[in-house]
Nanobody, 121 residues
Framework: QVQLVESGGGLVQAGGSLRLSCAAS????????VAWFRQILGKEREFVAS????????EYADFVKGRFTISRDNSQNTVHLQMNSLKPEDTAVYYC??????????????WGQGTQVTVAS
């Protein structure tokens, strides 16, 4: 089992920045790919960004490219999401997810409880 705890959410003005963190409770953090998803009120959860086990491969949703940056520190069992140039439409609950890279069928198995991000116009 892997427990994920998100932090860093809050209220920010449009154009501002926030840095989300996801802390994982596992001794084998480097076995896991990690992603950020978000859920806007009334909508389905959507993919935001992901990083491979060593940070070598990163992917972003089109709507955050150039504004958000995902990074990881395996020595600290932590993944960050730096969010710049925030827009009111980025308001959502942001979730961290992890998946075992050694699984025969990779999927996002573990999820955190989420952290609220609110961007005021």
């Amino acid at each position: 089992q892997v427990q994920l705890v998100e932090s860093g959410g809050g209220l920010v003005q449009a154009g501002g920045s926030l840095r989300l963190s996801c802390a994982a409770s596992t001794r084998t953090f480097s076995n896991y790919g990690v992603a950020w998803f978000r859920q806007i009120l009334g909508k389905e959860r959507e993919f935001v960004a992901s990083t491979s086990w060593n940070g070598g491969i990163k992917e972003y949703a089109d709507f955050v490219k150039g504004r958000f940056t995902i990074s990881r520190d395996n020595s600290q069992n932590t993944v960050h999401l730096q969010m710049n140039s925030l827009k009111p439409e980025d308001t959502a609950v942001y979730y961290c997810a992890a998946g075992d890279r050694y699984s025969a069928r990779f999927r996002w198995t573990y999820w955190g409880q989420g952290t609220q991000v609110t961007v005021a116009s």
